[in-house]
């Protein structure tokens, strides 16, 4: 692919591209070059928060589309992070790639997932 998105997925403006395609998306970067990544992930970032749950799910396949995933929900950041601590209950498969996730989108290479809760000692029980 010569830095564009294959024909099937090009649009000619932003709102013909919906979160439901993004799984079509990702399935086509495995493809694709760098710039067209660049691209896909740009489309997708865009989208926001609407994302978020079509971007998690690919989370679950390897290959590129997991690292464009991964990419994007980090460049989306904090709205994604209830729904990523969700997953990483529910699916100890993928917890290490959303550990990675909610290291970045902190700003830190530790993740809030596996930081400790500490409680304050209530002085008036």
């Not at 403006?13 to 992930?41: C, F, G, H, R, W």
């Not at 679950?60 to 994007?72: L, Q, W």
Request: glycine residues 6%.
């Amino acid at each position: 692919m010569n830095g564009t998105l294959p024909l099937k997925l090009r649009a000619t403006n932003q709102t013909e591209l919906t979160p439901e395609s993004i799984p079509y998306m990702l399935m086509e970067i495995n493809q694709a070059d760098n710039k067209a990544k660049n691209e896909v992930e740009n489309q997708i970032v865009s989208m926001g928060k609407d994302a978020i749950p079509y971007l998690i799910k690919a989370l679950e396949i390897k290959g590129t589309s997991r690292g464009v995933a991964a990419m994007a929900l980090i460049r989306i950041g904090k709205p994604c992070i209830t729904s990523l601590l969700k997953t990483a209950q529910a699916n100890k498969d993928i917890e290490w790639v959303i550990n990675f996730i909610l290291g970045e989108v902190e700003g830190s290479r530790q993740s809030i997932y596996s930081q400790s809760v500490h409680y304050e000692k209530c002085l008036v029980c």
